[in-house]
Nanobody
């Protein structure tokens, strides 16, 4: 599976962005998909995950109520809708695919494939 993230940019606090992650590969729809982020000097952290059919989602406490993860398997794409953005959301955002489909992984090591990252900068 190859992943290509896009949609990052510069936005003011309180604004919105939608990230997209386009996947290639015949088995994409059988993978759990996740979003992680990494701020300068910090470790990569879990943001959100969605099950292979899209029926289950899980978000970190820091983004719950502001972000939404979804996927469109017909388009081989997973989305991260980010609303009410804060300066603390500034990071490089990565999409990832996990072959473990019975749980929504929250740890980097649970994911097998990674996209290249897209920068999100939130100004105050």
């Amino acid at each position: 599976v190859q992943l290509q993230a896009s949609g990052g940019g510069l936005v003011q606090a309180g604004g919105s962005l939608r990230l997209s992650c386009a996947a290639s590969g015949r088995t994409y729809s059988t993978y759990t998909m996740g979003w992680f982020r990494q701020a300068p000097g910090k470790e990569r952290e879990f943001v959100a995950a969605v099950s292979w059919k899209g029926g289950r989602t899980y978000l970190s406490d820091s983004v719950k109520g502001r972000f939404t993860i979804s996927r469109d398997n017909a388009k081989n794409t997973v989305y991260l809708q980010m609303n009410s953005l804060k300066p603390g959301d500034t990071a490089v955002y990565y999409c990832a695919a996990s072959s473990t489909i019975f749980r929504l992984g929250t740890v980097v090591s649970e994911y097998d494939y990674w996209g290249q990252g897209t920068q999100v900068t939130v100004s105050s």
